[in-house]
């Protein structure tokens, strides 16, 4: 009954793994274990969005009754081209206070969204600043030496490059010093699918920061009961 309320809502191939996992067509990979149902992978196609595919999985489960909640691991990310992804998760949390699936009812355990709101709604420039005194190793977070290139430095293993960097590009683009976190979050949305290297390597960087900061792991596990 599963599968055949499948097959009439999504109306796309649908394949049986190995008797366990469930395809739907390229876009949807998923399994079911006892009353929980675990997404592997979701992804949008031309003809529907993430949110889309979401939301119809729900309505077939909805209608199949067995099923009491959806588990799923929380590695979303955007791909710019072939050299450049960041995780979606953060740009979210840093423009709105929760990440995409937050927003369609995906919860962690012990979700706390003041944390994130208190956060986005502190200075921009007084919290970049304030990143000077984490001592992260940018060798590992960043490619030091295409950035290095694109701000003309000779490659040199300094955190202050980094952020004096991040801090000089947002001035020269946004002059208002009382912008919160969460503005230029939203700068970043609107325009995350530039495909200028310069706003794509600033886009990066500030957000592998604030996922210091926010301490949002890689792979965190997210619940929605139905």
């Known amino acids: 009954m599963f599968i055949t309320l499948l097959k009439e809502e999504f109306n796309d191939n649908i394949n049986i793994i190995r008797n366990k996992y469930i395809r739907v067509d390229n876009y949807l990979k998923f399994y ?15 003809k529907l969005t ?12 909805l209608m199949y009754g067995n099923i ?3 588990k799923l691991f929380d590695d979303s990310i955007i791909i710019l081209d072939n050299d450049f992804t960041f ?18 009812g995906y919860y962690q355990e012990n979700f706390n969204k003041d944390k994130y709101i208190n956060i986005i709604n502190l ?7 304030s990143f000077k005194k984490y001592k992260y190793s940018f060798d590992e977070l960043f490619d030091l030496k295409r950035l290095t290139e ?13 952020i004096n960097f991040c801090i ?12 919160l976190c969460k503005d230029v979050g939203l700068y970043f949305k609107i325009n995350k699918h530039s495909k200028e290297d310069i706003h794509i390597y600033l886009q990066i960087m500030i957000l592998l920061l604030f996922e210091h900061l926010f ?3 890689r792979e965190i596990e997210l619940i929605k009961y139905v």
């Open 123 to 129: 200075n921009f420039y007084t919290t970049l600043i």
């Open 87 to 104: 995780r979606l998760s953060i740009l979210c949390l840093l423009s709105d206070g929760q990440s995409w699936y937050n927003k369609l």
């Open 68 to 70: 009491k909640s959806i």
């Open 50 to 61: 993430g949110a889309e595919i979401l939301k119809k999985l729900e309505k077939v489960i």
């Open 150 to 162: 694109i701000i003309n430095k000779e490659k040199i293993n300094d955190n202050n490059i980094v």
């Open 32 to 46: 079911i274990k006892d009353t929980c149902l675990f997404i592997n992978s979701i992804s949008s196609t031309e």
């Open 168 to 179: 000089n590009f947002i001035i020269s683009k946004i002059t208002d010093r009382t912008l």
């Open 215 to 217: 301490d949002y792991p």
